[in-house]
């Protein structure tokens, strides 16, 4: 899955308005996308950004529990889906499942706490780094699997935002022998995560480096030709 960082960045770090200048892109102790958003200038930033572009939800009885009073903002579809166009190369159907997960009430809402939750998983760019955010708010991605979607589709699309192929996660859940559906608990689904993640950083490590001596092997035999002639 393909991720614009620059809009991801100016969302996390600029409200939306791109301020960041040559020297700070340049700059070595520049903080990840990650470590910006858990500052607390990532979170105003994004703050900014929701209040500016999510849509008022004007009606107290509209939309997610959490989101009901008058002047109380939220994503609704018409918003989260160009953005999400935009942000990444995710298929037009997977966007609506991704909607519909994030969508904790099911009323046609997105909430701040969601939101935020979306762009860590979309800024976390390394292994260690999903990791880190599986580890803080694994218990908040689970909540929103209640009930039937607690089956492999719904699975599916977090592990498609963390960018584990979906062998592997297969894979990795046949071996745990973790259940689908709503006997699918909170330790089953942190640890299927967990292993996951480690095992596609090990094939895609194992395919690095079979790359990596494939290369010195031509190397080496074009070496030997050369030395022959």
């Not at 909430?111 to 780094?129: D, M, P, Q, T, V």
């Not at 584990?164 to 259940?179: H, M």
Request: hydrophobic content about 40%.
């Amino acid at each position: 899955m393909r991720v614009e960082a620059g809009l991801l960045r100016t969302i996390i770090q600029s409200g939306g308005h791109d301020t960041t200048t040559e020297n700070d892109r340049k700059s070595v102790s520049q903080p990840t996308l990650l470590e910006a958003l858990f500052s607390q200038q990532g979170i105003n930033s994004v703050t900014k950004w929701f209040q500016t572009h999510a849509t008022v939800v004007s009606n107290p009885t509209a939309g997610p529990a959490s989101l009901r009073g008058a002047g109380v903002r939220a994503l609704l579809e018409s918003d989260f889906l160009p953005l999400m166009r935009r942000l990444t190369d995710l298929p037009e159907h997977e966007l609506f499942e991704l909607f519909d997960l994030l969508d904790k009430e099911c009323r046609g809402a997105i909430g701040r706490k969601e939101f935020i939750l979306l762009l860590a998983i979309l800024a976390s760019r390394n292994s260690n780094e999903r990791l880190q955010v599986l580890y803080m708010h694994g218990r908040d991605m689970y909540d929103l699997l209640a009930g039937s979607r607690r089956g492999w589709q719904a699975i599916r699309i977090w592990g498609l935002l963390f960018e584990i192929k979906d062998s592997v996660l297969w894979e990795s859940r046949v071996n745990l022998e973790v259940p689908l559906g709503p006997t699918l608990t909170f330790q089953d689904f942190q640890l299927l995560f967990f292993a996951a993640i480690r095992a596609d950083t090990s094939s895609q490590e194992v395919s690095t480096n079979g790359g990596k001596k494939k290369a010195k092997r031509k190397d080496k035999d074009a070496s030997n030709m050369c030395a022959v002639q």
